[in-house]
């Protein structure tokens, strides 16, 4: 059984920063993709990035191209996700997934596991 624990979240003006960090545990992820999906009040829940463990391919959504940047400690099995430049648009709750393949996919029904997620929020 996989678990993931999210952290880092938190109220930042625009402009601002933040990184969250994603606990990994129960299984090796040398195989696996690991992502960010974000859900603002009233959508649905969205894909922000996607990185795979060997190689360290990414992946990310246009809207947070240039401003986040995800990556991995694979001996700590921890997940990061570094947010600059937010912007209240960026509002929402933050979870981590981890898929258990290594192909780029932005579908949530692709990833196997999920966190409870972490709350961003941005003011203007």
């Known amino acids: 059984q996989v678990q993931l624990v999210e952290s880092g979240g938190g109220l930042v003006q625009a402009g601002g920063s933040l990184r969250l960090s994603c606990a990994a545990s129960?299984?090796?992820?040398?195989?696996?993709?690991m992502g960010w999906f974000r859900q603002a009040p009233g959508k649905e829940r969205e894909f922000v990035a996607q990185i795979n463990w060997i190689g360290g391919t990414t992946y990310y959504a246009d809207s947070v191209k240039g401003r986040f940047t995800i990556s991995g400690d694979n001996a700590k099995s921890t997940l990061y996700l570094q947010m600059n430049s937010l912007k209240p648009e960026d509002t929402a709750v933050y979870y981590c997934?981890?898929?258990?393949?290594?192909?780029?996919?932005?579908?949530?029904?692709?990833?196997?596991?999920w966190g409870q997620g972490t709350q961003v929020t941005v003011s203007s």
């Open positions: 997934a981890v898929r258990k393949s290594l192909t780029i996919t932005i579908v949530l029904t692709d990833y196997d596991y």
């Open positions: 129960g299984r090796t992820f040398s195989s696996y993709a």
